[in-house]
């Protein structure tokens, strides 16, 4: 079956950039999906990139995608306290009709040291 | 903006009540998930449904039911609760598999306790 995997931790000095790693092995996987989860909050889209790109940048968020590898990162410049949540991996196909729940990682706690 | 609501936020029940979670989104999304999050174990599907009165199982159905019958909501229910469903349950809609549509909008979540 499909299985995603991210680091549970990572930690990070404000200011510096932060990379999150999660890899997968669905390779008909169509989308992958980063979700950020604060405390106490339901997850939110961050962003997502299609499998037939390999980058995509979006303000401070630049999602690398090395699909021969399949090896997804996202990378936060410039970290701020504010980012500090759980972050979630995610893949989903095209799979053209039913619905088809999205696989996750386990998410990767991002925290800040000041 | 998509907007998906659960019924509660926190819920303690005791052990052998039924449990009913109850999950509503504003946006006409043909599919409806239960997940839930535990430490460690990440998001597990639980059920979802494609459309009204239809539902697959997920991963972990196991002491788990559903019901949707109404586009709108979507019922996760605990015949009989035991303590290891003490959880946090995670609702979420989507509008089609296909395309970026697959997107999921997720509620704030229920944290339920069984004692």
């Known amino acids: 079956g499909e299985d995603v995997e991210q680091s549970l931790f990572l930690s990070v000095r404000e200011g510096d950039s932060s990379v999150i790693n999660c890899t997968y092995t669905d390779s008909s996987s169509t989308y992958l999906y980063w979700y950020k989860q604060e405390p106490g909050a339901g997850l939110q889209l961050l962003t997502y990139i299609f499998s037939n790109m390999d980058m995509k940048q979006d303000q401070r968020l630049t999602v690398l995608l090395n699909k021969k590898d399949k090896h997804l990162s996202l990378r936060i410049a410039d970290t701020q306290t504010g980012d500090s949540a759980i972050y979630f991996c995610?893949?989903?196909?095209?799979?053209?009709?039913?619905?088809?729940?999205?696989?996750f990682g386990k998410g990767t706690h991002l925290i800040i040291q000041p | 903006d998509v907007k998906v609501t659960q019924s509660s936020r926190y819920l303690v029940k005791r052990t052998g009540e039924k449990v009913f979670l109850e999950c509503v989104q504003d946006?006409?999304?043909?599919?409806m998930f239960w997940y839930r999050q535990d430490p460690g174990l990440g998001l597990r599907l639980i059920y979802f449904?494609?459309?009204?009165?239809?539902?697959e199982k997920g991963d972990i159905p196991e002491g788990y039911s559903v019901s949707r019958e109404k586009k709108e909501r979507f019922s996760l229910i605990l015949e009989s609760a035991s303590t290891n469903q003490t959880s946090m349950y995670l609702c979420?809609?989507?509008?089609?598999?296909?395309?970026?549509?697959?997107?999921?909008?997720f509620g704030p979540g229920t944290r339920l306790t069984v004692l």
């Open positions: 979420a809609s989507s509008l089609w598999a296909s395309g970026t549509d697959n997107e999921q909008f």
């Open positions: 946006m006409d999304h043909e599919n």
């Open positions: 995610a893949e989903g196909q095209n799979s053209g009709g039913g619905a088809d729940g999205l696989t």
């Open positions: 449904s494609y459309d009204v009165k239809m539902k």
